[in-house]
């Protein structure tokens, strides 16, 4: 780790002409506003760990109705929402009620295990979920030949996007994963495995597991950049001892009381009912927050704290190389650039 | 140390509207009781992004969890001139 010799004024910073060609790239992102949705209570396969079928909200009413749906999405973009993330429990099982929302905000991502192809006219990001090879998935998703079905249902299109989920079990197979979507043309993007509240099986990390997750990571960008999407800062972040909460201080309004900016204010998590819980709202609910090291939420927590990461040219650019990452992943048509940072950088404290 | 604070007013004010890029309204004219959020429009990364060239301008370190407190050019000001004048 490389402490900086002093604190450099922000423009300085940003006098530099790289750091100042991504930083006006990136910051034409910043008028999005995100929440989620729940569109389903249903699912067609049942993942050990699965976040959605922990507490309370799997067992909301399941709302079919698209005008109730475009009312609600109406009434969302008039409060400022621009980007919708349309989630649990498996939103293909819906997709007229995905092309509803997006008619009416056609920014946003939705979550699918990928065994149903979404219609091409859904023009949102389209996260695939991987846990392993097709073995480790028939094991602990009890669906076979998941990636199989994936690649032939999104080969292609620009819209979809593997998340590889990190467990204990799995660190290994994410190299086969890699290379057959490197294969395929195809891209990847790195979750990590986040305990539900009260889960204690054998997908929760552990020290020893996020050090070897941190290197297998590290081993694959390297050697496939182009289909990696990824940073060494979102390495280091994901993989820290102490999950995304405690470094940075979670933004979502689960674990953040402000309501007047930022998540606190505007970000909801709707149920399949249409209702949401301010208590309960985050990007991946009944997540254990001292556990969480979500790609989702990091994307809006690490993103958030752009101050305290504006102390010197290599910590902001490990920032921007983050925030590339998130727009990558979750903007459709956004492409990322080359990372600015490879030298692993101690994420700024709270203060 | 302290500033003038009508001079730190028009001077927020014109990094604000440098920032945001907005039009219509100049440092003199901008009303500095007009809330930021509700009838700006400005939301947590523009305030941070505020926060950054305030921090240049005067030498002094916001808080980021004193960005829901700033939600005027006047509050800011006078949260400007405390900081300066604690010595913060």
């Not at chain 1, 905000?105 to 090879?133: E, F, K, M, T």
């Not at chain 1, 204690?200 to 289909?227: C, D, I, N, W, Y």
């Amino acid at each position: 780790m490389i402490v900086p010799a002093r604190e450099y004024k922000f423009s300085e910073i940003i006098a530099d002409p790289v750091i100042r060609e991504r930083w006006n790239k990136v910051r034409r992102y910043f008028f999005l506003r995100e929440s989620t949705y729940d569109m389903s209570n249903r699912c067609n396969i049942r993942c050990e760990g699965c976040y959605y079928f922990a507490g309370e909200k799997q067992f909301a009413e399941e709302n079919r109705d698209p005008a109730a749906w475009r009312q609600l999405l109406e009434a969302e973009k008039a409060r400022g929402i621009t980007f919708v993330v349309l989630a649990g429990a498996e939103p293909s099982l819906v997709p007229e009620l995905c092309e509803v929302c997006h008619g009416v905000i056609p920014l946003g991502a939705i979550a699918s295990n990928g065994l149903h192809r979404l219609p091409p006219g859904i023009d949102y990001r389209i996260h695939l979920s991987v846990w392993g090879n097709d073995r480790t998935s028939l094991a602990i998703r009890k669906a076979p030949d998941m990636l199989v079905r994936q690649m032939a249902n999104y080969q292609n299109d620009p819209r979809a996007v593997w998340v590889y989920t990190f467990t204990p079990v799995n660190i290994d197979e994410a190299r086969e994963v890699t290379e057959i979507l490197a294969k395929g043309g195809l891209q990847i993007t790195f979750n990590m495995f986040s305990s539900p509240v009260g889960y204690k099986g054998p997908l929760r990390h552990t020290p020893q597991t996020l050090a070897k997750t941190a290197q297998v990571m590290t081993e694959l960008l390297a050697e496939f950049p182009e289909t990696v999407l990824f940073s060494p800062y979102n390495i280091l972040t994901h993989t820290r001892p102490h999950g995304l909460h405690e470094l940075f201080s979670c933004s979502y309004p689960r674990m953040n009381q402000a309501t007047d900016i930022g998540l606190g204010r505007t970000f909801r998590q709707y149920r399949t009912n249409l209702q949401w819980d301010r208590e309960a709202a985050c990007c991946v609910p009944d997540t254990d927050c001292d556990d969480c090291r979500h790609y989702a939420a990091g994307s809006a927590v690490v993103t958030a704290r752009m101050y305290r990461h504006a102390t010197d040219p290599l910590t902001f650019s490990a920032w921007l190389d983050y925030v590339d990452t998130y727009l990558a992943v979750w903007v459709k048509g956004y492409a990322k650039g080359p990372n600015l940072c490879e030298t692993p950088v101690i994420p700024p404290p709270n203060q | 140390m302290n500033t003038d604070l009508p001079q730190t007013i028009t001077r927020i004010a014109e990094i604000i509207i440098n920032t945001l890029q907005l039009e219509d309204v100049t440092p003199q004219t901008f009303d500095p009781d007009l809330d930021l959020v509700d009838e700006v429009g400005i939301d947590s990364m523009d305030l941070a992004t505020i926060a950054l060239v305030l921090r240049d301008e005067y030498g002094i370190r916001i808080d980021e969890d004193d960005y829901p407190k700033l939600t005027t050019v006047q509050i800011i000001a006078e949260y400007i001139n405390t900081k300066l004048t604690s010595g913060e």
